[in-house]
T-cell receptor, first 115, second 113 residues
Framework: DTGVSQDPRHKITKRGQNVTFRCDPI?????LYWYRQTLGQGPEFLTY????????KSRLLSDRFSAERPKGSFSTLEIQRTEQGDSAMYLC?????????????FGPGTRLTVL | QKEVEQNSGPLSVPEGAIASLNCTYS??????FFWYRQYSGKSPELIMF????GDKEDGRFTAQLNKASQYVSLLIRDSQPSDSATYLC?????????????FGKGTKLSVIP
């Protein structure tokens, strides 16, 4: 039973560049979530999908951010025109509808550094 | 603004002692409460969840929930140096179709051998 996987684990980019991250949830999980975590803070919710539908978006998700889950399996998070303030750990989590507690399990994260 | 508050610590306890971690939340309609452990540089790892008033035990861990006081806590018995980490309290906020978690900033726990 594999957990949530994320790729890449680390990304260093220059300001203004676009970056894309991938998340593969636990295989039978139909909900997928994206969070962002900066140093000394707890994770902050960005968006979530149920199957392929994006059902909720945070105000933190500016128009430079876009997320997709085209076939209800893996998801991508793209950041366009990166800014230094985008430097953070981007966490993906998944859960199973109807499971007790609807518990979210996190992947290892992608650490983004914008120079 | 739905908020989750935790004492940032650090909380230092000797090995073998009980560590007590506390969390308060602002949204009275919150339904489910989670404790995650996060080692430095790693992602959050689920410890346990609770959604009914009272205590829930899992091994050395006990979660306590008091919805009237909007308070949730985590007790770690027989603390070990490997328990040294940041403990995140997370709350599932109320609202139809809302499944996002709101996290506190975490409490850093240090278990001294």
């Amino acid at each position: 039973d594999t957990g949530v996987s994320q790729d890449p684990r680390h990304k260093i980019t220059k300001r203004g560049q676009n970056v894309t991250f991938r998340c593969d949830p636990i295989s039978e999980h139909n909900r997928l979530y994206w969070y962002r975590q900066t140093l000394g803070q707890g994770p902050e919710f960005l968006t979530y999908f149920q199957n392929e539908a994006q059902l909720e978006k945070s105000r933190l998700l500016s128009d430079r951010f876009s997320a997709e889950r085209p076939k209800g399996s893996f998801s991508t998070l793209e950041i366009q025109r990166t800014e230094q303030g985008d430097s953070a750990m981007y966490l993906c989590a998944s859960s199973l509808v109807g499971a007790v507690g609807d518990t979210q399990y996190f992947g290892p994260g992608t650490r983004l550094t914008v120079l | 603004q739905k908020e989750v508050e935790q004492n940032s610590g650090p909380l230092s306890v000797p090995e073998g002692a009980i560590a007590s971690l506390n969390c308060t939340y602002s949204d009275r309609g919150s339904q489910s409460f989670f404790w995650y452990r996060q080692y430095s540089g790693k992602s959050p790892e689920l410890i346990m969840f609770i959604y009914s008033n009272g205590d829930k035990e899992d091994g050395r861990f006990t979660a306590q929930l008091n919805k009237a006081s909007q308070y949730v806590s985590l007790l770690i018995r027989d603390s070990q140096p490997s328990d040294s980490a940041t403990y995140l309290c997370a709350v599932r906020t109320s609202g139809a179709g809302s499944y996002q978690l709101t996290f506190g900033k975490g409490t850093k726990l240090s278990v001294i051998p």
